[in-house]
């Protein structure tokens, strides 16, 4: 049992009041604010939708507005990411490549590569969903230092089709790269294929357990890194680093449905689905969320005025029934004690 430690980092982590930097790293300027990012792209999503080659990337122009107010340029390159939106989606989520030599003297100088989440269809209504997406990765910034960092953009993105072309103006936001992220914790991203819940650290599991229980969130997996990151940190267990909250019930996207194998109809159903852990490790990982409930809080609010009131209503709703459950010992234990997936951890 490992999940003392863990007490005591969380602990200085949360009163601190500082992002946890990782080791011998340069951090990349382009995260370092939480002013939303000014990006102009052109492309054509034709082209991106219709390429299923992870390799084949397609070279463009992005603008960006300085810190100094000033409108810069560099050239990068973008391919469509995630199967099911190319076919579902208006806009499919895009990853970018910068090459070094373009990226010089610029806040995408530590970023050779990037993943830009933007709305699956042109509304209010999927610019809010994007907005519930990000305030998720936000949220997991409370849980644990061990998360992926991200920045919210207003983005112009311009389609490019048949010589004709369409100009949107999109919520999105961007997230940085797998290797960034190993980087910061002098670690390196798992290539298994399979990993094995005693493979993980115990604690970062459970809370990433929690996480996922709190946002209604069934579309992960540890074990076949499915919307999870799987980092192997040099002395220590195996470390867990969720992505791709759009499925969840907190986000509630209406192309989002439950795997059919579940028991629950809709994502807005929460279903807990961590194994079986030890009480005090259960208790202990209850605790730091209840003590958290206003950081938590807090982070939705502060994004209030980027969504609508009928979806933040929903979604403040959302959130306080998780800890309507943490706080009735009879809900806690029929929606996660009597849930978990029992598992023999040696």
């Known amino acids: 049992m490992n999940y003392r430690f863990y007490l005591v980092f969380t602990l200085v982590f949360f009163l601190s ?8 790293f340069q951090d990349s300027p382009l995260f370092s604010s939480e002013k939303p990012l000014e990006l102009e792209l ?19 122009l992005l603008r960006y507005l300085t810190e100094e107010g000033e409108w810069d340029s560099l050239e990068v390159s973008l391919r469509a990411r995630g199967n099911s939106r190319r076919e579902k989606c208006q806009f499919p989520p895009i990853r970018m490549k910068i090459k070094k030599k373009d990226s010089n003297h610029t806040i995408f100088r530590e970023d050779k590569a990037l993943k830009l989440v933007i709305p699956c269809q042109y509304s209010f209504a999927f610019n809010d969903l994007i907005m519930k997406e990000y305030v998720c990765y936000k949220f997991y910034e ?31 936001f961007i997230i940085e790269d797998d290797d960034n992220l190993a980087k910061r914790f002098d670690a390196k991203i798992s290539k298994a294929k399979l990993t094995l819940p005693n493979a993980i650290n115990d604690t970062l599991s459970l809370q990433q357990d929690f996480f996922a229980f709190m946002i209604g969130n069934t579309d992960w997996s540890n074990t076949s890194q499915h919307n999870v990151k799987i980092m192997d940190i040099k002395g220590g267990k195996k470390v867990p680093v969720p992505y791709d909250f759009d499925l969840s ?7 989002a449905l439950p795997y059919d194998y579940l028991p629950i109809k809709s994502v807005t159903e929460r279903l807990y689905r961590g194994i079986c852990r030890e009480s005090d490790l259960i208790q202990y990982v209850k605790n730091q969320f209840l003590m958290n409930e206003q950081i938590f809080t807090e982070t939705l609010n502060s994004f209030q005025k980027e969504i609508s009131s009928n979806d933040f209503k929903i979604a403040k709703n959302y959130l306080n029934s998780f800890f309507d459950i943490l706080k009735n010992d009879r809900e806690f234990n029929n929606q996660i004690i009597a849930k978990c997936t029992p598992y023999n951890i040696q």
């Open 142 to 172: 409370s849980v644990t230092p061990y998360h992926f960092k991200t920045r919210l953009v207003n983005l112009t993105l311009t389609d490019n089709k048949n010589r004709k072309s369409k100009t949107y103006n999109l919520k999105a």
């Open 42 to 60: 052109v492309t054509s999503l034709e082209e991106l939708k219709l390429s299923k080659s992870d390799t084949v990337f397609f070279s463009t």
């Open 249 to 255: 019930g907190f986000v509630n996207a209406p192309y």
């Open 17 to 24: 009041g500082k992002t946890f930097i990782g080791f011998a």
